[in-house]
């Protein structure tokens, strides 16, 4: 399965194992393998990857069978570990993901936290370069402005970031989603660079602290 759960793989300070050990448990090529491994039913380890699969794709997912699935899971989960507290993590993926996705319009993977660990990078960045050390007060306020303007919508639109290609559903997770002749969610300029956001934004720059 190509993961050296031996030794760690250390990035900023911190052990990526536990994404890419789960990465690989669960990918459509290796659950059969994985389930045989651990002595579970396949059925079991599929719908865990089908859910998973579901929340980290940009396409929308069908929340009527999604929870069909979660449900068939949970089942599942009582009569093979019937002594075992469910984790907080499967209570998430199992009740409140389907919750959660009835009152967005956009698919929830939209909303993944790594948006906001991109912008660490930014921050690292203009700490060494951006910022003026002339004391703490001036420290805040020259990295809020950088900031401000760096991922202001008309300054990011500027940046030349890689693109990003989505990888093909795979046959045995296409049930988990929408799959009409919808194009992803784009936001048009215009819609989002708006006059008004301009202008807040200038008033934003204007803040001291």
């Known amino acids: 399965m190509d993961s050296k759960i031996d030794i760690d793989r250390a ?28 002595g ?12 998973l699969f579901a929340i980290n ?9 999604y929870e069909h699935v979660a449900r068939e899971t ?19 993926l199992l009740v409140h993901v389907p919750q959660l996705q009835r009152i967005l319009d956009i698919p929830i993977s939209f909303l993944t936290e790594e948006c906001i660990e991109a912008s660490h990078k930014l921050y690292r960045r203009a700490l060494r370069r951006n910022v003026c050390y002339t004391n ?16 202001d919508p008309q300054v990011a639109l500027r940046y030349h970031l890689p693109r990003v290609e989505h990888r093909d559903i795979p046959e045995i ?19 989002w660079c708006t006059d008004s956001l301009r202008d807040e934004f200038r008033n934003r720059l204007q803040i001291t602290i």
């Not at 448990?25 to 393998?33: A, I, L, Y």
């Not at 093979?80 to 209570?91: A, E, G, N, R, V």
């Not at 969610?185 to 215009?190: K, Y």
């Open 11 to 38: 990035q900023h300070g911190r052990v990526g194992n536990v994404g890419n050990v789960a990465r690989a448990f669960f990918s459509h090529d290796n659950v059969v393998r994985v389930a045989e491994l651990l």
């Open 40 to 51: 579970l039913p396949v059925k079991f380890m599929m719908n865990l990857a089908k859910m």
């Open 57 to 65: 794709s940009p396409k929308m997912m069908d929340v009527d069978h």
């Open 74 to 92: 949970w089942g599942m989960y009582k009569n093979l570990f019937p002594t075992y507290y469910m984790s907080p993590s499967l209570h998430m």
């Open 136 to 151: 703490s007060r001036t420290v805040l306020r020259t990295l809020l402005r950088h900031m401000l303007i760096a991922t």
């Open 173 to 191: 997770f296409k049930e988990m989603f929408v799959m009409e002749d919808q194009d992803e969610l784009q936001v048009e300029d215009d819609e």
